[in-house]
């Protein structure tokens, strides 16, 4: 009978327990974001930055900025390869422009040789360095 009293019992509390959960006192969860520019306090801002910084493992360099005269090659080797493409373009189209002078051109790092034969405009262009080729056929749109 002591056996069956303390079961009964031991029951009753688990059935208390268990009915208790459900009024288990809530409230809404509500974000609120770290970072400032999305909303979150100014304060974190600084260290934010200071954390990012210590994780970036990117070091500036300034390699790839080139020499003034590297660069003036540049700029005049596509001023030239625009003017080509400018000519081959008009060409094709029958505008009158700058005149198409078919003929073998070395430019930068690159050789251009533009042919004619009435129908089509070819344009083979070559990588010195790479020995790559490609070449171009234009039609005549006359």
Same mark, same amino acid.
């Given at each position: 009978? +002591?056996? &069956?009293? #303390?079961y009964l019992i031991g029951g009753a509390v688990?059935?208390?327990l268990l009915a208790n959960t459900n009024m288990a006192p809530a409230s809404e969860l509500v974000y609120t974001p770290i970072n400032p520019s999305f909303g979150g306090s100014p304060l974190n801002g600084q260290w934010l930055l200071n954390q990012a910084q210590a994780q970036n493992k990117f070091t500036?360099?300034? @390699?790839?900025?080139?020499?003034? &005269?590297e660069e003036f090659e !540049?700029? &005049?080797? +596509?001023?030239i390869l625009y003017r080509?493409?400018?000519a081959i373009v008009d060409e094709a189209?029958? @505008?009158y422009g700058e005149a198409l002078q078919p003929g073998y051109y070395e430019i930068?790092?690159?050789?251009? !040789? =533009?042919?004619?034969d009435g #129908? &089509? =405009?070819?344009? #083979? =262009?070559?990588d010195i360095v790479t020995g790559n080729t490609t070449t171009i056929q234009v039609p005549y749109y006359l």
């Open positions: 009978m +002591r056996k &069956l009293l #303390v688990c059935a208390l500036e360099s300034y @390699e790839w900025q080139k020499e003034p &005269l !540049d700029m &005049l080797t +596509r001023q080509m493409t400018t189209f029958g @505008e930068g790092n690159y050789t251009i !040789d =533009i042919t004619t #129908v &089509l =405009i070819t344009v #083979v =262009i070559t």
